[in-house]
T-cell receptor
Framework: DGGITQSPKYLFRKEGQNVTLSCEQNLNHDAMYWYRQDPGQGLRLIYYSQIVNDFQKGDIAEGYSVSREKKESFPLTVTSAQKNPTAFYLC?????????????FGPGTRLTVT | GDSVTQMEGPVTLSEEAFLTINCTYTATGYPSLFWYVQYPGEGLQLLLKATKADDKGSNKGFEATYRKETTSFHLEKGSVQVSDSAVYFCALRTNTGGFKTIFGAGTRLFVKA
């Protein structure tokens, strides 16, 4: 089955440590996205990538970094510079051609930093 | 800039009640409109979409009509079930301004048996 996988589902880290969240898709989608979701709030865009080896900052990129070395993979690193990293992180992908622009989401990773 | 406003929750209904979740938008150009649903502890799933004015999206008994004159895309269902309890997000995507999808804040729905 095609889809998006994120691992791990739960992640715990000490303050001051960098942590990398995995996102893999086998949908052959060109575009991939990272969102942050806080309790009771909507989604905020962290980074997105339309093609391999290229990515753009979203609305809240400070303290985060990404890479897009392969079409299937778009890992997100939460650095120690991120002041409030505890949140639910969602990865998504989309085809971005023609009129189809809906996004397909992974199951999310809940990061807790203490 | 582009934005989506949806009614605040939580919305609490009894099983078989009629559901409306209001969504209005502000956008340049001609956006595509979406409703996504998020079940507890999971990612979002596309529920339905509409890509042009007067289109009606429908899925699993849910419907929404793209109203350009009122810039609205309200979600409706005639008879809700307990299994519909989730958070519902209205979203838009324009063909201008890059490849961003703008999400509303989400509306939590509780359905009681």
């Amino acid at each position: 089955d095609g889809g998006i996988t994120q691992s791990p589902k739960y992640l715990f880290r000490k303050e001051g440590q960098n942590v990398t969240l995995s996102c893999e898709q086998n949908l052959n989608h060109d575009a991939m996205y990272w969102y942050r979701q806080d309790p009771g709030q909507g989604l905020r865009l962290i980074y997105y990538s339309q093609i391999v080896n290229d990515f753009q900052k979203g609305d809240i990129a400070e303290g985060y970094s990404v890479s897009r070395e392969k079409k299937e993979s778009f890992p997100l690193t939460v650095t120690s510079a991120q002041k409030n990293p505890t949140a639910f992180y969602l990865c998504a992908s989309s085809i971005d051609r023609g009129s189809t622009h809906e996004q397909y989401f992974g199951p999310g990773t809940r990061l807790t930093v203490t | 800039g582009d934005s989506v406003t949806q009614m605040e929750g939580p919305v609490t209904l009894s099983e078989e009640a009629f559901l409306t979740i209001n969504c209005t938008y502000t956008a340049t150009g001609y956006p595509s409109l979406f409703w996504y649903v998020q079940y507890p502890g999971e990612g979002l799933q596309l529920l339905l979409k509409a890509t042009k004015a007067d289109d009606k999206g429908s899925n699993k008994g849910f419907e929404a009509t793209y109203r350009k004159e009122t810039t609205s895309f309200h979600l409706e269902k005639g008879s809700v079930q307990v299994s519909d309890s989730a958070v519902y997000f209205c979203a838009l995507r324009t063909n201008t301004g890059g490849f961003k999808t703008i999400f509303g804040a989400g509306t939590r729905l509780f359905v009681k048996a």
